[in-house]
């Protein structure tokens, strides 16, 4: 996917890594793993200590010069229309009839979709869409056939969740989002997914954690595992990088 958006070397090893969400403009992107990447762009990086204590066989700098460098996903695919008239909420999908163009397909003007500000995630590391349909609709039957069709309103007292509503055309009571940050408040609903959508729809794990709500922008979401080393000469010389790929 071509974004536009950009991000530095360094940002790719500490704040946007492999899982990581990449916030561009009024989007959210996530960066998809390494078997997804143009490894022939990766310049290779001489740091035989470094590469020796991670039990890899050479360590390379990620690609950089072209938008299409980095792969990314958009993630979380949950949007809202921001156009007051509408507020409709669904998978972009829905709410685009494109997976590539995230517009709003039912207004005139065509805004841009914005992806909504909750996600999931669990202890080991599992990450996936916030259940907006069931938390809605928990402890209610939908008659045969009801029609579904979800809006996330904006009260616009304060930008806390308790004024961010949602309502569904199938007649269910309005609920807003207060209570949603509880360490059991999706207990009910069942264990983590499993999901892993930087691997792909399909890498689901087995997990039996109960997943907790974070805000899609929060610096909690995904943290790096660091590894570094001192750099000693002569390794960071030509002559250095030359030589180590026939030392053995």
């Given at each position: 996917?071509?974004?536009?958006?950009?991000?530095?070397?360094?940002?790719?090893?500490?704040?946007?890594?492999?899982?990581?969400?990449?916030?561009?403009?009024?989007?959210?992107f996530m960066i998809v793993g390494l078997d997804?990447?143009?490894?022939?762009?990766?310049?290779?990086?001489?740091?035989?200590?470094?590469?020796?204590?991670?039990?890899?066989?050479?360590?390379?700098?990620?690609?950089?010069?072209?938008?299409?460098?980095?792969?990314?996903?958009?993630?979380?695919?949950?949007?809202?229309?921001?156009?007051?008239?509408?507020?409709?909420?669904?998978?972009?999908?829905?709410?685009?009839?494109?997976?590539?163009?995230?517009?709003?397909?039912?207004?005139?003007?065509?805004?841009?979709?914005?992806?909504?500000?909750?996600?999931?995630?669990?202890?080991k590391g599992h990450i996936d869409e916030f259940?907006?349909f069931r938390w809605l609709h928990k402890g209610?039957?939908?008659?045969?056939?009801?029609?579904?069709?979800?809006?996330?309103?904006?009260?616009?007292?304060?930008?806390?969740?308790?004024?961010?509503?949602?309502?569904?055309?199938?007649?269910?009571?309005?609920?807003?989002?207060?209570?949603?940050?509880?360490?059991?408040?999706?207990?009910?609903?069942?264990?983590?997914?499993?999901?892993?959508?930087?691997?792909?729809?399909?890498?689901?794990?087995?997990?039996?954690?109960?997943?907790?709500?974070?805000?899609?922008?929060?610096?909690?979401?995904?943290?790096?595992?660091?590894?570094?080393?001192?750099?000693?000469?002569?390794?960071?010389?030509?002559?250095?990088?030359?030589?180590?790929?026939?030392?053995?």
């Amino acid at each position: 996917m071509t974004t536009g958006a950009k991000a530095r070397r360094g940002q790719l090893l500490s704040t946007y890594g492999i899982g990581g969400l990449f916030p561009s403009e009024t989007t959210s992107f996530m960066i998809v793993g390494l078997d997804e990447w143009e490894e022939s762009r990766a310049r290779p990086v001489s740091e035989p200590r470094l590469a020796r204590s991670l039990r890899v066989a050479e360590l390379k700098t990620p690609p950089a010069g072209t938008s299409r460098d980095v792969p990314v996903i958009r993630f979380p695919l949950t949007q809202v229309c921001p156009n007051p008239k509408c507020r409709r909420i669904g998978s972009l999908y829905d709410l685009a009839k494109d997976w590539n163009v995230a517009k709003c397909a039912q207004c005139k003007d065509k805004p841009l979709l914005t992806p909504f500000r909750l996600i999931t995630a669990c202890a080991k590391g599992h990450i996936d869409e916030f259940p907006y349909f069931r938390w809605l609709h928990k402890g209610t039957v939908s008659a045969d056939g009801a029609k579904h069709e979800m809006k996330l309103v904006s009260l616009g007292r304060t930008s806390s969740l308790a004024d961010l509503v949602l309502e569904c055309s199938c007649g269910v009571t309005p609920k807003n989002l207060d209570g949603t940050f509880g360490p059991k408040a999706l207990a009910e609903f069942g264990t983590c997914s499993g999901a892993r959508p930087w691997l792909g729809a399909d890498a689901k794990q087995d997990c039996s954690e109960t997943p907790r709500v974070l805000q899609r922008g929060a610096s909690n979401v995904w943290f790096p595992a660091v590894r570094s080393a001192i750099s000693i000469p002569p390794y960071s010389e030509a002559l250095a990088k030359l030589i180590d790929k026939h030392w053995e």
